[in-house]
């Protein structure tokens, strides 16, 4: 099994800042992409930020600039670091991954469980 554990979601004012962080764990022989996706309620998901395992990145219109993606390929770990947040930013964001769980399989689909952002004064 494939798990990703999602940390750093909370409560920011308006113009504030948030650092997300997930981690893959479990049956994983590479990593492909990891990314991460938000959905506000009554809408649908959708894709924020997404960084594959060459290091390019590609983010939403609303949040370029103000939002950078990373990753430690090493630990199997994405990071968002959310800055000059807005009310419209609040939201479940989830973390994706493309896993290989061997050689002699392809690349799967996995999510986190989600981490609430609620950007608000």
């Known amino acids: 099994q494939v798990q990703l554990v999602e940390s750093g979601g909370g409560l920011v004012q308006p113009g504030g800042s948030l650092r997300l962080s997930c981690a893959a764990s479990?049956?994983?022989?590479?990593?492909?992409?990891m990314g991460w996706y938000r959905q506000a309620p009554g809408k649908q998901r959708e894709l924020v930020a997404i960084?594959?395992?060459?290091?390019?990145?590609n983010y939403e219109d609303s949040v370029k600039g103000r939002f950078t993606i990373s990753r430690d390929v090493a630990k199997n770990t994405v990071y968002l670091q959310m800055n000059s947040l807005k009310p419209e930013d609040t939201a479940v964001f989830y973390c994706?991954?493309?896993?290989?769980?061997?050689?002699?399989?392809?690349?799967?689909?996995?999510w986190g469980q989600g981490t609430q952002v609620t950007v608000s004064s």
């Open positions: 994706n991954a493309g896993v290989q769980k061997s050689r002699y399989t392809g690349f799967g689909s996995y």
């Open positions: 479990g049956s994983i022989f590479r990593v492909n992409y």
């Open positions: 960084i594959t395992s060459g290091g390019s990145t």
